[in-house]
């Protein structure tokens, strides 16, 4: 015997439960979610995104960075990290192409290009090739990397921490403060000529 009740769902008198903990009804959370405005998740990269380090043949795009956006973080959020890897560089060891950190709630995305160059939105860390902001893509010709943009809610302030960290720096100082994480993967390779 089950009968509804206004808002909550009551079951032969013994319990009740409310529609949101069973996941129905407009009480349900929406889940934090990182999109890109311009690509749809597992989308190919355009050129221009691709790293522009004119010494290396792999790198043959302008370093802008993609534009991201992102919604719904967790109770409790102070403040955002976010990492971009290709887990396919050097020959599997991972490739840290982005480290950033100590972005503020009232941030909720970046324009394209806006992760290319310094800026108060976020504090700056150290990718494997020493870069304070984001560098593009350098797949080798035929390879489709993935690049896996994570974005870390925290209860940090947005100036707990120092400038400069890498990836292993800023977990490590993560550890006990993250409030959940969202994901993008985007994928590149060489344009056909």
Same mark, same amino acid.
């Given at each position: ?5 206004? $808002?909550?769902? *009551? ?16 009480? #349900? ?15 190919? *990269? #355009? ?49 840290? &192409?982005?480290?950033?950190?100590? *972005? ?6 970046? /324009? ?17 090739? $020493? ?14 990397? &993935? ?5 870390? /809610? ?5 100036? #707990? ?10 977990? /490590? ?7 959940? %994480? %969202?994901?993008? *993967?985007?994928?590149?390779? &060489?344009?056909?000529?």
């Amino acid at each position: 015997m089950m009968r509804l009740a206004v $808002g909550n769902l *009551i079951v032969a008198g013994f319990f009740t439960v409310t529609l949101a903990t069973i996941g129905l009804g407009a009480g #349900a959370a929406e889940p934090f979610k990182l999109t890109s405005p311009q690509y749809p998740d597992d989308a190919v *990269i #355009a050129a221009k995104n691709a790293g522009n380090n004119k010494a290396s043949p792999n790198c043959v795009g302008d370093n802008v960075s993609p534009p991201l956006a992102w919604s719904n973080p967790p109770a409790g959020t102070k403040s955002f990290a976010l990492i971009m890897v290709d887990p396919e560089g050097r020959g599997g060891l991972g490739v840290v &192409h982005m480290v950033t950190y100590g *972005i503020p709630t009232s941030v909720n995305g970046f /324009a394209e290009g806006a992760l290319s160059k310094p800026s108060d939105e976020y504090v700056d860390g150290k990718s494997t090739m $020493g870069k304070a902001t984001y560098f593009g893509p350098c797949t080798p010709p035929g390879d489709y990397h &993935h690049y896996t943009l994570t974005l870390i /809610a925290t209860d940090l302030d947005p100036k #707990a921490l120092p400038p400069g960290l890498t990836r292993d720096e800023l977990f /490590a100082d993560l550890k006990g403060h993250t409030k959940g %994480a %969202a994901g993008l *993967i985007l994928r590149f390779t &060489h344009p056909q000529s």
